[in-house]
């Protein structure tokens, strides 16, 4: 089992930043790709980041060039650094962890991110 949680949301004016950290425990050695999802009200989930064990990074096109997704493994944390924040970046983010053995997915709790305008 693997269990993630979420932390460093909040309230923050538009243009402002913010970084969320999720801290994973358990059989951690079983994650190969840490994801950032979000869901804002009314709409579906969308991923928003992903990092590889091996340190590959791939982004939604809607936050490229504003927030940088890393790991730090002696820490089983991943880091979501979101810059120039948008109003439309509001929503709960969620750490999402795919594990190979076994194949399934771990998710955090959620933590919430508002902008405002």
């Known amino acids: 089992q693997v269990q993630l949680v979420e932390s460093g949301g909040g309230l923050v004016q538009a243009g402002g930043s913010l970084r969320l950290s999720c801290a994973a425990s358990g059989s951690t050695f079983s994650i190969n790709v840490m994801d950032w999802y979000r869901q804002a009200p009314g709409k579906q989930r969308e991923l928003v980041a992903a990092i590889s064990s091996g340190g590959s990074t791939n982004y939604a096109d809607a936050v490229k060039g504003r927030f940088t997704i890393s790991r730090d493994s002696a820490k089983n944390t991943v880091y979501l650094q979101m810059n120039s924040l948008k109003p439309e970046d509001t929503a709960v983010y969620y750490c999402?962890?795919?594990?190979?053995?076994?194949?399934?997915?771990?998710w955090g709790q959620g933590t919430q991110v508002t902008v405002s305008s």
């Open positions: 999402k962890g795919h594990s190979v053995i076994p194949l399934r997915d771990y």
